[in-house]
């Protein structure tokens, strides 16, 4: 009986929590209403990011990801999806995922840092810039960290998702 105890102990596995990146935004049907002007251009990430598992920052310079946090769809889509709903929602129009015609604008961001610190924060360096026609209009640089509001890593999600939100109001009120 021991024995059939201890091998049962041994095989557990951790089940893997998934997490969802959305915006807090409305979800109900109706017309769109476009941002004359503008529409979502590329979202890159540093290749360190773009991955399944949550990042943290465990020494100076070193990342380890989870291997049982994990996000639930690919992260590049997330943040991208992330971005234009929730620029779409603090622009008060809806941001096209692209340009429907030559004389838009296009907003581009670049994620160089998405993780947790060694510290307890959530890191996130940005760059944005729109775009127009092939030439630079506007440039900026978003970096920030976040507390988080407790251990683990669903706060590292909170965190990271509050400072994605943060970007894109800052994006939202340039072009606003």
């Not at 889509?77 to 604008?105: M, N």
Request: charged fraction near 25%; charge should be negative.
């Amino acid at each position: 009986a021991l024995t059939l105890l201890l091998a049962a102990c041994a095989g557990q596995v951790a089940e893997p929590e998934y997490y969802l990146l959305r915006g807090e935004v409305d979800t109900d049907s109706r017309p769109l209403d476009p941002l004359a002007g503008y529409a979502m251009g590329s979202v890159n990430l540093a290749p360190y990011i773009d991955q399944p598992g949550l990042l943290l920052e465990t020494a100076e310079g070193q990342i380890r990801p989870a291997r049982n946090h994990l996000w639930v769809e690919p992260i590049f889509e997330s943040i991208r999806i992330f971005l234009l709903q929730q620029i779409s929602h603090d622009a008060g129009k809806d941001l096209l995922p692209s340009s429907v015609d030559a004389e838009s604008a296009r907003i581009n961001v670049r994620i160089d840092q998405l993780h947790g610190t060694k510290n307890g924060s959530a890191l996130l360096v940005a760059y944005w810039w729109i775009d127009r026609g092939g030439k630079l209009e506007q440039g900026y640089k978003f970096s920030r960290t976040r507390e988080l509001d407790a251990d683990g890593y669903a706060a590292l999600a909170r965190a990271q998702k509050a400072l994605l939100t943060e970007l894109s109001t800052e994006i939202a009120a340039t072009i606003r």
